[in-house]
């Protein structure tokens, strides 16, 4: 009888927990929205940091504020993170302002060029924007759900091959294996989102040692709101991968995303 009065117990005071916080949450939320209507982003970001695992659209709203701050590590973090559970659909305006900050920061980091180096610098940007639409279309999708396309996809091709090629119609096994080998890669490069930890500089810039110390000798410079990878940490330092440098940064200039 007293553990059933327990049980009860618990139960009960899970449910009025749960209906509080989610009351507080919900509070929070309409009252950073209203400060975030009357350019109060300073304010707006603060409480939006308050609500409890936090949503998509609520890191979405954080990287809005950041940006009109001028805080574009935050910006950039948080819009990430956004894009990290955001879905396949709807997202329009979360990918333009991704676009819109890096498209900022690639001309700020490329200001003053010679006309031949701009045009190199272009196509890499290009090249990256590509790249990182890819990862975004890939991060978007459920990794079962890619499994299942492949599979669904590997079997029609399996069952049908000889038939379509006694019907003269071997585009349809062509345009088959096409979708195939891109399920197959867009597999692929869901793991590797996966199984890279990545961070963003959020001050206005990290720097690079060559081991877990300043008293390391410096590497290199990273500049405000650029990805990395994370390696691993040691003490009050985390080593990292930009590009072909690798290295220690002082834990506090990145955040994960």
Known sequence: MIKKILKLFMVITFVLTSMLFGKNNEEIYLQANEFYKNGNYDQACQLYKQIDNPSAQIYYNMGNCAYKLGNYGYALLYWKRAEKNWGLFNREDLTYNLRLL???????????????????????????LIKSQLYSTAQSIPLLALQIIFLFLWILLFL??????????????????????????????????????????????????????????????????????????????????????????????????
Not at 212 to 222: A, H, L, S, V, W
């Open 102 to 128: 890096e498209r900022q920061l690639f001309e700020a980091r490329n200001k003053g060029e010679d006309s031949d180096s701009a045009k190199l610098n272009e196509l890499k940007f290009t090249a990256y």
């Open 160 to 257: 049908y091959k000889r038939y379509l090629y006694k019907k003269q119609k071997k585009i349809i096994i062509v345009i088959l294996f096409i979708l195939l080998a891109t399920s197959g890669a867009m597999i692929a490069l869901k793991y590797s989102i996966n199984l890279h930890e990545k961070a963003i500089v959020i001050t206005k810039q990290a720097t690079v040692f060559s081991g877990p110390d300043r008293t390391y000798q410096e590497i290199g410079i990273i500049p405000e709101a650029t990805e990395v990878i994370v390696k691993k940490a040691s003490g009050a330092f985390s080593k990292i991968k930009r590009k072909r440098m690798v290295g220690w940064v002082d834990s506090k200039t990145i955040e994960k995303i």
